[in-house]
């Protein structure tokens, strides 16, 4: 197979990064200051923590894209069970974190993580690894389909235990697109997807506030708007309150007193306020064009694991992205999700950032046509 020669990172895409990341920046800065009136909340050292994780998330954006991709595949097990050991320190007593009734993360002196954001990353790391590695096997389900169910269903016994059923979504979808893309047949796709949608299901009905978060989505009338549909109403009427142009930004009336987690989990509601619809298209735009061009990519990649490293990546980046806005716009259930590269959290800041370096490193070594 003939690759070009070494050149530069993808232009296109590096653009789009760095305006999601830098305008995301000032959306959660404006969005923030809901902190001011909340007790017990230092805002300087918020904004100081976020900061440093934009120009940390960066620097491995550049590091990254100098990286050799095939370094990830040499190291993906390695990567994966490392990974691994750190989402389940959220269980130790003294380093697990709880917050909002979940425990999703460590805290170590002054610095927090939340470690399911690596997790997505690893997780994508070692399939891309391990699908191109048995792409002549694939549809063998012993070496297919039978250790992608128990690999995401190991993922989904430590995630659901955190309580953390948005990054488990989003890691489902990025591996079962990465396994559609490596070759599986449409019998193992549909027997993943109708053991999904069943524990799915099972899942619903032995956890009662995930039952009522689709109840709720579904019957908005027989809502409880001081309960479970409490959020999407106040997110409703955010954006609908922002009408075309918006109230200005820093200019958001709901952030203060009324949106719950106004820098995290509702940021796109407060932005929608702010900017108007006219800026909430602009946001939805950036990540089309994000999805769009990393599948360009993918479709010109050298090989077949950098293939499903971009593909997978994308993924992650859209799910999530995706996940966060409908459930602002009652779409989706709510998950919590944060929005990437916008929302406060400086674990997902950075990977995503890091992520993103991946892929333009494998921008330097597109097949020529």
């Keep these: 197979m003939k690759i070009s020669r070494k050149k530069g990172m993808d232009v296109w895409f590096l653009s789009i990064v760095l305006s999601l990341s830098f305008g995301g920046f000032l ?96 997780f994508i790391i070692y399939c891309a690894a391990w ?91 027989g809502s409880d708007t001081l309960g479970s549909g409490y959020q999407i109403d106040q997110s409703l009427i955010a954006i609908g309150s922002g009408e075309w142009f918006g109230r200005g930004f820093g200019q958001s009336v709901q952030k203060f007193r009324f949106l719950p987690e106004a820098s995290t989990d509702s940021i796109f509601a407060v932005a929608a306020e702010e900017l108007g619809f006219v800026g909430a298209l602009l946001i939805i735009t950036a990540f089309v064009m994000l999805a769009f061009r990393g599948m360009q990519l993918a479709l010109k990649a050298p090989d077949g694991f950098s293939r499903l490293l971009v593909v997978g990546i994308v993924i992650m980046f859209t799910t999530q992205a995706f996940i966060h806005i409908g459930g602002m716009v009652s779409i989706f259930p709510l998950s919590g999700t944060p929005l990437s590269f916008i929302s406060l959290g400086g674990s997902s800041l950075i990977i995503s950032l890091a992520a993103a370096g991946i892929i333009l490193n494998v921008s330097r070594y597109l097949k020529l046509k």
């Excluded at 969005?31 to 998330?57: D, K």
């Excluded at 130790?92 to 993360?105: D, K, Q, S, T």
């Excluded at 250790?147 to 489902?172: C, E, H, S």
């Design 131 to 221: 699908l191109s590695g048995i792409s002549s096997k694939i549809g063998n389900f012993y070496f297919g389909l039978l250790p992608m169910m128990i690999i995401l269903g190991f993922i989904a016994l430590i995630l659901l235990t955190q309580r953390d059923t948005g990054t488990l979504v989003i890691i489902a979808t990025a591996g079962f697109a990465m396994f559609f893309i490596a070759g599986a047949k449409w019998r193992d796709m549909m027997i993943l997807m109708s053991a999904a949608l069943a524990g799915i299901a099972i899942l619903a009905f032995r956890r009662p506030y995930i039952l009522e978060r689709f109840m709720t989505l579904f019957d908005r009338s």
């Design 27 to 122: 959306i959660f800065l404006s969005a923030s200051t809901s902190l001011l009136a909340q007790e017990n909340i230092n805002f300087a050292r918020v904004v100081i923590t976020q900061t440093v994780a934009l120009i940390l998330g960066l620097g491995l954006l550049f590091l990254f894209s100098h990286i050799h991709y095939r370094f990830w595949r040499k190291y993906a097990f390695i990567i994966l069970m490392f990974v691994l050991s750190m989402t389940l320190l959220v269980f130790i007593p003294g380093l697990g974190l709880e917050h909002g009734g979940a425990v999703r993360w460590i805290s170590i002196g002054p610095i927090t993580l939340q470690p399911s954001e690596f997790l997505k990353l690893g």
